[in-house]
């Protein structure tokens, strides 16, 4: 998985997972020609292609955990492939994002508690 948004936050990603210890999994990556922008009416982050690159993390999740994490996420966020670069290289992962029209086109940045820099 490639997480960018408020599962970075260890404690988020933790209580939604119901898996302790998944934060310290988390690995430093990079996706290039997508920006962070606003979920339209909402707090949260999407991904949607742009001039620009996205600082997040890569997590191996548990069958159950991704359960969870679905559900958490929401029925209007899909599971899409992206190229992304970690820490050994390029690797395919694949993030929730959600369909354009659903944006606001706002940058969205990871709270000051997120692992991963912004």
Do not use: K
């Given at each position: 998985m490639f997480l960018y948004g408020t599962?970075?936050?260890g404690r988020v990603?933790?209580?939604m997972a119901g898996q302790s210890g998944l934060a310290r999994r988390l690995r430093p990556a990079l996706l290039s020609g997508?920006?962070?922008?606003?979920?339209?009416g909402t707090p949260y982050p999407t991904l949607i292609?742009?001039?620009?690159?996205v600082r997040g993390a890569l997590l191996r999740v548990s069958g159950p955990a991704l359960v969870r994490l679905e559900s958490y996420e929401g029925p209007g966020y899909a599971l899409r492939p992206l190229l992304v670069v970690g820490p050994r290289g390029p690797v395919w992962?694949?993030?929730?994002?959600?369909?354009?029209?659903r944006v606001d086109g706002r940058a969205w940045m990871p709270a000051r508690r997120s692992l991963i820099p912004g």
């Open positions: 599962l970075l936050d990603l933790e209580r997508f920006v962070r922008v606003h979920l339209r292609p742009g001039v620009g690159e992962a694949r993030a929730w994002v959600v369909p354009r029209w």
